[in-house]
């Protein structure tokens, strides 16, 4: 199956193999917030992997900050994640036993007014109750420069009920941008 790469949010939401992908929420802030949540996901049980496609920025004091995800409010040691970043270097960072998936990076504070991160986020498998469910994320970041490529593991089996966004030290700006998607 092949996964469309930004073609980003709303209105292009439907794509690859004739509607295979279903815009099914969205929730744009209009105030500050320190987190997003889509609720109730399990209404969705008729997909097979879900995605979250975002523009975001937060109000930390810096350029770049870390996109945490949480499933199922689930706040045990139960996450483990890498990332490989390119900004004209090669970083890599791993995580293991954490209390939430680190699973992309956002545009801060510092960086240039109006700039946002965007990327998009792959649930695959979400409601599958014989699998540990697995994620990965492709993440751009205008300054500084660069590209992220994410994934983790949640140590559940559970079907998905609850995916949420949010930030251990900081909040998400006005005009932040997620979108739930719907894989066939």
Known sequence: ???????????????????????????????????????????????????IRYVARTNRSSSVDLLNLRLNSDSGSNYSSHSVKSDGSLVSNAYASETNMRIGHLTAATAPSGTFAAGYINILDAFKTTKKKTVMSLTGVANPNEIVLSSGLWD?????????????????????????????
Do not use: C, P
């Open 1 to 51: 199956m092949s996964f469309m790469l930004l073609g980003i949010l709303n209105s292009q939401a439907a794509g690859g193999g004739g509607g295979s992908y279903d815009l099914l929420e969205t929730t744009t802030l209009t105030s500050n917030s320190s987190g997003i949540t889509f609720t109730n996901v399990d209404a969705y049980s008729d997909y097979t992997h879900l995605q």
């Open 156 to 184: 559940n089996t559970s079907a998905v009920t609850t995916i949420a966004f949010g930030n251990l030290s900081a909040l998400f700006l006005i005009g932040t941008r997620f979108s739930l998607i719907g894989i066939k």
